[in-house]
């Protein structure tokens, strides 16, 4: 059997992929085309003449939405930074999960069960109060 202290190979992979420093964000990347309402303006009419893309950075803190416009040109840039935010949240689900597997595997190894069920026979049993050898100074 595996040692419980040793970590495991998964949880040590799910972590470096948890590190990699990268600049991202939470939210979401919106693309807009707007009527602009000046008479005489086909957008009125038709959709495709409507103006636009206006991309906007948006996201909720604390129930209120908060947004920055952007440029087009830097809306790919604003687009990958999302993107990578919603891989870390993945990376850290997955991480999460490689260490309750673990937290699992250390509850049901055969120790600690059988420590657990001492536990439940003893009763109120006192902790042992095992004194831990002083180590001297004169050495
Ligand atoms: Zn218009």
Known sequence: MADMHEVPAAVREALAALVEPRPMRRGSLSERYMKCNKPG????????????????????????TRSR????????????????????????EAYWGVCERWADAQLDAPQAAAETEAAK??????????????RSKRS
Do not use: D, I, N, W
């Open 69 to 92: 416009l952007l440029s087009s040109a830097q809306a790919p840039r604003a687009r990958a930074q999302v993107e990578a935010g919603q891989q870390f949240r993945k990376h850290v």
């Open 41 to 64: 303006c086909p957008c009125a009419e038709r959709p495709q003449a409507r103006h636009g893309p206006y991309f906007s950075l948006t996201r909720s803190v604390e129930g209120s």
């Open 121 to 134: 026979k003893g009763g109120s049993k006192k902790p042992s109060t095992r004194k831990s050898p002083r």
